[in-house]
T-cell receptor
């Protein structure tokens, strides 16, 4: 059974801080790892990672994967109040269908 | 494009009642999914479909049924609602070229009393 553990479960910071969110996983035949951001309602896609050591970057957000140690981190630099959200990590194993297994998420609150 | 829409947005049921949640997407996506999200639990997959006329069980399928008679629609049914099914339900879809990029609907908040 695939498993995803995210830490911390919640985080409160002030604007301008840098945060690191963690995601460790267990999966049979790793295919990809995904990060999603969930604000008030529906999650939205951030990154898909498949290879170790290659950083994905979008503005102040970046993510990297370590397939040997089975984890990924999501970094957010110079946080803003608009970064307040739940960040979801998911892992996908190789199989006929593309089925993500999601972690419980990290709730990030950024205070002004 | 409307993307992924869900009907209804809110619903209150009494134990034992039935209902159907409708998900529609206008992106011609092959893959569609139903998730439930409970506080502190992330997203758990109920059922999914890889194409019109096909469905499969996810992690938590008990108490739910689904149908995908048309490519753009994915229906989730509760035959006899239970308080344990109180949750927020999300539908999502994805295309074959980018299966990792799921597009989510706005969610349906269901309360079973």
């Amino acid at each position: 059974e695939d498993k995803v553990v995210q830490s911390p479960l919640s985080l409160v910071v002030h604007e301008g801080d840098t945060v690191t969110l963690n995601c460790s996983y267990e999966v049979t035949n790793f295919r990809s790892l995904l990060w999603y951001k969930q604000e008030k309602k529906a999650p939205t896609f951030l990154f898909m990672l498949t290879s170790s050591g290659i950083e994905k970057k979008s503005g102040r957000l970046s993510s990297i994967l370590d397939k040997k140690e089975l984890f990924s981190i999501l970094n957010i630099t110079a946080t803003q109040t608009g970064d307040s959200a739940i960040y979801l990590c998911a892992v996908v194993g190789r199989g006929g269908s593309y089925i993500p297994t999601f972690g419980r998420g990290t709730s990030l609150i950024v205070h002004p | 494009n409307a993307g992924v829409t869900q009907t209804p947005k809110f619903r209150v049921l009494k134990t034992g009642q039935s209902m159907t949640l409708l998900c529609a997407q206008d992106m011609n996506h092959e893959y569609m999914y139903w998730y439930r999200q409970d506080p502190g639990m992330g997203l758990r997959l109920i059922h999914y479909s890889v194409g019109e006329g096909t469905t499969a069980k996810g992690e938590v399928p008990d108490g739910y049924n689904v149908s995908r008679l048309k490519k753009q629609n994915f229906l989730l049914g509760l035959e006899s609602a239970a308080p344990s099914q109180t949750s927020v339900y999300f539908c999502a879809s994805a295309g074959t070229s980018k299966p990792y990029e799921q597009y989510f609907g706005p969610g349906t908040r269901l309360t079973v009393t």
